[in-house]
């Protein structure tokens, strides 16, 4: 019985140890939530009626000719705990974004036209320099 038990823990700790080799891989690729590494946030936009912000991390900012990659996060001001993480992607020439990750999971985001996002429009102008 004591042989069967020690089986059973050896086979759940192998499972667990298998589920930490994934959080770790999928850390090591930048899909974990933005504030577990971010140091540097910035608030870029804000609403017109001052509701809904939006935050980047300076130090997360990496571009490859048009397209600018950073960790950004927006939320709405009434309910700060309620925040939206994401990896996202700015195609400076195009004037389109997309999502490639939201709140740590992966995301196969589309690309989208700047004009009816506001605050995803004033993070283009900054990190691509269209002041």
Known sequence: MIICQISALRRRLHQISLWLGVLVAFCLNGWVLPAVAANNWQMIAQSTDHQQVQYVDLDSIAQTGPIVRLQTYWMDQQQPESKTYALAEY???????????????????????????????????????HN
């Open 91 to 129: 195609h400076c020439d195009r004037q389109q974004f997309r999502d490639l990750a939201l709140n740590g999971k992966q995301h196969q985001g589309n690309w989208q036209t700047i004009q009816a996002d506001p605050l995803n429009a004033a993070v283009m102008d900054y990190v691509c320099g």
